[in-house]
């Protein structure tokens, strides 16, 4: 039972243009969400959090956006750069901030920004 | 080190053998965390640490996996009798204050 779920395995930008990246959940009782960024070999480094009580959260080139009706979340990358170009994952936890417990993952979805 | 810390960076043994994976988190760091990420998929919770108890193992998949933390510090993650499905990248991940779970770079374990 995937409760966070990315349904795009991979994605392709061009430089400079804008990357959203989706994930969606099933869980009602999550109410913290990460974006956590992976290059290969490497562990995933956080990206940028919101909180169940937010529907937008911003930094820098980095936003994500909530909407807690459909489940749905998302990250755009505005506008993107080819460093940028790696798996994202988006996880979720219940109980608040990210270290109160365990983070539910999604798959992963691979960005790919051609210069 | 400034950062989570994990050794071996990979590990290749023979079905059956037991591993054992370790884990430094940042210092004063009172929360731990064990993933694994099996191939093409995403992270897989394992267990969580505050201090040296572990309120959460509910991810630990088989009696074959168990783990510790001593000190509030290091954390040894000890898989028995190995088998090839338990080959994956073991993730390890500290936190403290209510801030985001920060990761070392993983241990790759290949059975063979």
């Known amino acids: 039972d995937q409760q966070v779920k990315q349904n795009s395995p991979s994605l392709s930008v061009q430089e400079g243009r804008i990357s959203i990246l989706n994930c969606d959940y099933t869980?009602?009782?999550?109410?913290?969400f990460l974006w956590y960024k992976k290059y290969p070999a490497e562990g995933p480094t956080f990206l940028i959090s919101?909180?169940?009580?937010?529907d937008k959260n911003e930094d820098g080139r980095f936003t994500v956006f909530l909407n807690k009706s459909a489940k749905h979340l998302s990250l755009h990358i505005v506008p993107s750069q080819p460093g940028d170009s790696a798996v994202y994952f988006c996880?979720?936890?219940?109980?608040?901030?990210?270290?109160?417990?365990?983070?539910?993952f999604g798959q992963g979805t691979t960005l790919q920004v051609k210069p | 080190g400034a950062g989570v810390s994990q050794s071996p960076s990979n590990k290749v043994t023979e079905k059956g053998k037991d591993v054992e994976l370790r884990c430094d988190p940042i210092?004063?760091?009172?929360?731990l965390y064990w993933y694994r990420q099996s191939l093409g998929q995403g992270l897989e919770f394992l267990i969580y640490?505050?201090?040296?108890?572990?309120?959460?193992k509910s991810g630990l998949p088989s009696d074959r996996f168990s783990a510790e933390r001593t000190g509030g510090s290091v954390s040894t993650l000890t898989i028995q009798r190995t088998q090839q499905e338990d080959s994956a990248v073991y993730l390890c991940?500290?936190?403290?204050?209510?801030?985001?779970?920060?990761f070392g770079d993983g241990t790759r374990l290949s059975i063979l």
């Open positions: 991940a500290s936190s403290t204050n209510n801030q985001p779970q920060h």
């Open positions: 869980n009602s009782m999550f109410d913290y």
């Open positions: 919101i909180s169940s009580i937010k």
């Open positions: 996880a979720a936890s219940v109980g608040g901030s990210g270290n109160t417990g365990k983070l539910i």
């Open positions: 210092s004063g760091h009172t929360a």
């Open positions: 640490f505050q201090g040296n108890s572990a309120p959460d």
